[in-house]
Nanobody, 126 residues
Framework: QVQLVESGGGLVQAGGSLRLSCAAS????????MGWFRQAPGKEREFVAA????????YYADSMKGRFTISRDNAKNTAYLQMNSLKPEDTAVYYC???????????????????WGQGTQVTVSS
C-alpha cells in the first residue's frame, strides 16, 4: 500500500508556471505507474499525464502536450508535474495517483489507479 500527498499548488497568473509534487510513502514507489488527474469545478475528473516505473515512458492528454511535463525521482519517492504556460482553464484540483501492473494498459482511466492523493488546488488568474 502507498499513501500519496500532493503539494505545490497555488495561485498563478496566466502564462506562469507551477511544479506540483507527489510524495509517496512506502518502499515500493518505483514499482508503481504514476498519474496526474485534475478536476475543475462542475466538471468530471480528467486525465493529465502518466509515467512508467522508470520514468522512461510518459503519456499526456492532448491539451497538456508541450506545456506539462511529468517526471519522477524514485530515490525520493516523489512524482512531479511541471506546468508551464498556464491558462485560466487549467484551474482545478490536481490529484496524483498510483497504479499497479503494466504501464500502458488504460493509464488514462481513473479506474486503473489504486491509490489517490487528497489533491492540491491550482488557480490560474487571467
Amino acid at each position: 500500500q502507498v499513501q500519496l500527498v500532493e503539494s505545490g499548488g497555488g495561485l498563478v497568473q496566466a502564462g506562469g508556471s507551477l511544479r506540483l509534487s507527489c510524495a509517496a510513502s512506502g518502499r515500493t514507489f518505483s514499482s508503481y505507474v504514476m498519474g496526474w488527474f485534475r478536476q475543475a469545478p462542475g466538471k468530471e475528473r480528467e486525465f493529465v499525464a502518466a509515467i512508467n516505473w522508470s520514468g522512461g515512458s510518459t503519456y499526456y492528454a492532448d491539451s497538456m502536450k508541450g506545456r506539462f511535463t511529468i517526471s519522477r525521482d524514485n530515490a525520493k519517492n516523489t512524482a512531479y508535474l511541471q506546468m508551464n504556460s498556464l491558462k485560466p482553464e487549467d484551474t482545478a484540483v490536481y490529484y496524483c495517483a498510483a497504479a499497479t501492473g503494466l504501464y500502458g494498459v488504460g493509464i488514462q482511466f481513473q479506474g486503473r489507479y489504486d491509490y489517490w492523493g487528497q489533491g492540491t488546488q491550482v488557480t490560474v488568474s487571467s
